[in-house]
Nanobody
Framework: QVQLVESGGGLVQPGGSLRLSCSAS?????????MGWYRQAPGRQREWVAT???????TYVDSVKGRFTISRDNAKSTVYLQMNSLKPEDTAVYFC????????WGQGTQVTVSA
């Protein structure tokens, strides 16, 4: 079993920044796992946001390129999502995920971008 715990969400004004964290524990070798961030806005399907491989190669959905940065700290078994220049359309519950034999998901953290 793998446990993922997200944190760092909150309410921020448009143009602001937040950093999300996701800590992994359990039967996972974090250093060789590709980690992903997803989000789900009200009334919409969950969408992929970003991925970081074990070699620290990163990919992003077009809507966040240049604004979001995914990173990892293998010593802490933690993946981060730095979100800058936030827009109201970034409002969603953000989840981290890993495919380790099967997909695992955290409980999510709410991000609300509003004036």
């Amino acid at each position: 079993q793998v446990q993922l715990v997200e944190s760092g969400g909150g309410l921020v004004q448009p143009g602001g920044s937040l950093r999300l964290s996701c800590s992994a524990s359990g039967s996972i070798i974090f250093s060789i796992a590709a980690m992903g961030w997803y989000r789900q806005a009200p009334g919409r399907q969950r969408e992929w946001v970003a991925t970081i491989t074990n070699h620290e190669m990163t990919t992003y959905v077009d809507s966040v390129k240049g604004r979001f940065t995914i990173s990892r700290d293998n010593a802490k078994s933690t993946v981060y999502l730095q979100m800058n220049s936030l827009k109201p359309e970034d409002t969603a519950v953000y989840f981290c995920s890993v495919d380790w034999g099967r997909p695992y998901w955290g409980q999510g953290t709410q991000v609300t971008v509003s004036a």
